[in-house]
């Protein structure tokens, strides 16, 4: 088991994709795809009304992070996937519980962004790591009230992987591909790709390409059952797919990003660091602690040999997502993945213009969505906000 739990007491629970976002409640209905768009694209009216009467209607404005005191817990959410490697590493060496010292952490496990981003604004949890895109349209649906991005975690590592006999983009015509659910980043950056390819498709999961967002363990067993065309996916599913179900890579999306807004070509953010603004401001000290923990696991996965990443994230999942990789599934997902606490913001226009073709966000003014303070006191360096908040 983790150090944390000698530091500092931790649970954990493991929320899937439609799933409650509060602990040990049940299962409910199934919620159509119609009122899964509303809640995407129509539904900031309600998260802005609650965060508002929290914050007062408006954001922090300190030039320089507030002080104040710790909070008796975190609640922390992340993935089990790969790309979320520096939470899994950061909870299960037990970083960031140190970090957090009489703070207990308490975490949740997610399979993708939307879900996470319910649990976040009903106040479920108070931190996540999750993908740019589902952060984006939090921040744009709540009129910038909800959350900052406060740090990067992890850039590439998501791939479009189909079946051998489709060779080319022309070859997806009437094919039904899957994402990890709707509005989520691999979602849209699947969906803004098919324009470039002068498909048109729909929230509804209809157009001339099918897409049917579905969770990432079923996606590996309808692409093996014939059910699925191919898969949008981060890591370790786009390797789960080509090594264990015969996928081929069509598109590695790190192949769409030439450096020209980062000036990294070839990253682009997959996984990030979020915060409630509400907790932020009440708690600052919990969240440079959580940074603190942040920083040094992003520090460990880019000095550890690959044998000893591959051995603690493979307990690590094992204990997030309830199953180990093999050998090669996580070898080859590493290999695709840079740990970084860069959040990449020059890329975050585009995101957002993305989210707007794919139709699951709407076009509006991000800026502010950025509070890098904390992270560029605790790490030394400067990462850029460009201009989208404070650093």
């Not at 065309?229 to 015969?246: F, I, K, M, Q, Y």
């Not at 993945?337 to 707007?356: E, M, N, R, S």
Request: charged residues 20%; glycine residues 10%.
């Amino acid at each position: 088991m983790s150090e944390s739990q000698d530091k500092s007491p931790q649970s954990s629970t493991r929320i899937v994709a439609g799933q409650s976002a509060t602990p040990k409640r049940p299962l409910g209905l199934k919620i159509g795809i119609g009122a899964a768009i509303l809640a995407l694209v129509g539904g900031g009216v309600a998260v802005a009304s609650a965060v508002n009467a929290n914050n007062g209607g408006t954001t922090p404005a300190a030039d320089s992070a507030p002080a104040g005191n710790p909070a008796a817990d975190l609640k922390l959410g992340y993935f089990g996937n790969v790309t979320h490697a520096p939470a899994l590493v950061g909870v299960s060496k037990g970083f960031i519980a140190e970090e957090l010292g009489s703070t207990k952490l308490n975490t949740q496990v997610f399979n993708a962004g939307p879900a996470a981003i319910e649990a976040l604004n009903a106040g479920a949890i108070d931190a996540t790591y999750i993908g740019p895109n589902p952060a984006i349209n939090s921040f744009v649906k709540s009129q910038g009230q909800s959350i900052n991005i406060i740090a990067g975690a992890a850039a590439g590592g998501a791939q479009l992987v189909v079946r051998p006999e489709i060779t080319s983009a022309a070859d997806l015509k009437g094919k039904t591909l899957a994402t990890p659910q709707l509005g989520g980043t691999q979602d849209v950056a699947l969906r803004a790709w098919l324009v470039t390819q002068g498909y048109k498709t729909n929230v509804d999961g209809s157009g001339d390409v099918a897409i049917n967002p579905t969770e990432n363990a079923q996606t590996l067993k309808l692409f093996q059952d014939g059910k699925l065309d191919g898969a949008w996916v981060p890591e370790p599913w786009a390797s789960r797919l080509v090594l264990t179900a015969g996928a081929k890579v069509l598109v590695d999306e790190k192949d769409l990003w030439d450096g020209s807004l980062s000036g990294k070509p070839g990253e682009f953010p997959t996984t990030i660091l979020i915060v409630n603004q509400k907790f932020a401001a009440d708690h600052p000290d919990t969240v440079k602690a959580l940074l603190k923990g942040h920083v040094k696991s992003v520090e460990w996965l880019n000095k550890a040999s690959d044998g000893e990443k591959a051995t603690v994230i493979n307990a690590a999942l094992k204990e997030a997502a309830g199953a180990e990789l093999k050998a090669d599934v996580i070898d080859r997902s590493l290999k695709n993945i840079v740990f970084t606490v860069d959040p990449l913001a020059g890329t975050y226009q585009k995101l957002l213009a993305d989210g707007v073709t794919a139709g699951t966000t709407k076009q509006a003014d991000i800026n502010g969505i950025f509070d890098l303070r904390a992270l560029n006191s605790v790490s030394g360096e400067q990462t850029s906000a460009a201009k989208l908040g404070k650093e």
